[in-house]
């Protein structure tokens, strides 16, 4: 390694450049010695026999162990290898379904509403009441000469799946929609019996039904009698 030379040996070669003196020597050489202990001190010596010593670390908690030791000697914990909850259910009774039974189980409850995507409506419960209402549906046309329905030629008129539900009327239809208790009905069949207490059309309607099919019989014949009687009958 070549040190730089300096202020004092530039000084000393431009002096002599042939020959240097004994203490120019010695002068040179303690400086050398100095600079190499200087160096050395601003390192730090380190031992290279100095063994090397890893960091401690905190694992924490450590999971438990299924061994359990005993002395000297280390075993499997019998009680640790199944879950509490799993040893109840193995040591108590344990109910077991017969498929067969299963399975018809759950295609009766399938079959016993529409499905999720008809909002699981039930069978129909038919009763007196509700059969007396879809007889009344199917001859709807017959109730009302004014309105047209599509002609309906099903022979069956009981659905398999329908529900009967009762409109709730709002707080902004109170005076427009709303019925009072007194015209509330609680079947269609009610409701159409009212209705014909007012119009009278069914009866007018049998009426004129009846006075057709008497025509020609001896009623007939008594009724036309004692008009022309009274004078309300004049021949031409």
Request: charged share 35%; glycine share 4%.
């Amino acid at each position: 390694m070549i040190e730089p030379l300096t202020a004092h040996q530039t000084h000393l070669d431009d002096e002599t450049d042939d020959e240097l003196s004994d203490e120019q020597v010695r002068e040179l050489l303690n400086e050398a010695a100095a600079r190499m202990r200087s160096k050395a001190a601003g390192k730090p010596t380190t031992a290279p026999d100095a063994p090397f010593k890893l960091p401690r670390m905190r694992p924490g908690h450590l999971a438990d162990t299924l061994e359990k030791t005993e002395g000297n000697i280390t075993r499997l914990d019998q009680s640790k290898l199944v879950d509490k909850k799993q040893q109840a259910l193995a040591n108590g009774i344990k109910k077991i379904d017969d498929p067969l039974a299963l399975k018809k189980q759950k295609q009766e409850e399938k079959k016993a509403t529409a499905g999720a995507q008809w909002f699981n409506m039930p069978k129909t419960d038919l009763t007196p009441e509700l059969r007396r209402d879809l007889q009344l549906l199917k001859m709807r046309n017959v109730l009302d000469p004014k309105r047209h329905y599509k002609k309906d030629s099903a022979k069956n008129y009981v659905p398999a799946f329908s529900q009967v539900g009762t409109v709730i009327e709002g707080a902004t239809e109170f005076f427009s929609s709303r019925l009072n208790n007194r015209e509330r009905k609680r079947t269609l069949l009610e409701e159409v019996i009212s209705q014909e207490k007012e119009s009278g059309r069914f009866q007018r309607k049998y009426e004129d039904i009846n006075k057709s099919k008497a025509s020609g019989k001896k009623a007939h014949y008594k009724a036309l009698k004692s008009k022309r009687n009274r004078g309300k009958i004049v021949k031409p």
